[in-house]
């Protein structure tokens, strides 16, 4: 069974830190690609980074300089740091994984439950 577990989301006040985990487990799945996502209310799940085994890294626009993803293979394990956080960061922040690389949800067949990040202004 394939799971993707994320944790790390919370409140904070805007120009905070938090870190998430995903950590996956299983059997059958590929991870070569790991990613997140993000999902506000009423709005589209977003493409926010990914990175792929070898450790090269894609990050939308908006969250460059402040957003970095890493991962550690060993343990199956993915992270995305946030600094500088901004209220419109605001979302379920969702983990996913599959073999290839695309910024479209639908290129994903794995996902985690998502974890809330809420940033105060």
């Known amino acids: 069974q394939v799971q993707l577990v994320e944790s790390g989301g919370g409140l904070v006040q805007a120009g905070g830190s938090l870190r998430l985990s995903c950590a996956a487990s299983?059997?059958?799945?590929?991870?070569?690609?790991m990613a997140w996502f993000r999902q506000a209310p009423g709005k589209e799940r977003q493409f926010v980074a990914a990175?792929?085994?070898?450790?090269?890294?894609y990050l939308v626009d908006s969250v460059k300089g402040r957003f970095t993803i890493s991962r550690d293979n060993a343990k199956g394990t993915v992270y995305l740091q946030m600094n500088s956080l901004k209220p419109e960061d605001t979302a379920l922040y969702y983990c996913?994984?599959?073999?290839?690389?695309?910024?479209?949800?639908?290129?994903?067949?794995?996902w985690g439950q998502g974890t809330q990040v809420t940033v105060s202004s």
């Open positions: 990175i792929r085994r070898s450790g090269t890294t």
């Open positions: 299983g059997r059958g799945f590929s991870t070569n690609i």
């Open positions: 996913a994984a599959d073999a290839t690389y695309g910024v479209d949800p639908a290129a994903y067949d794995y």
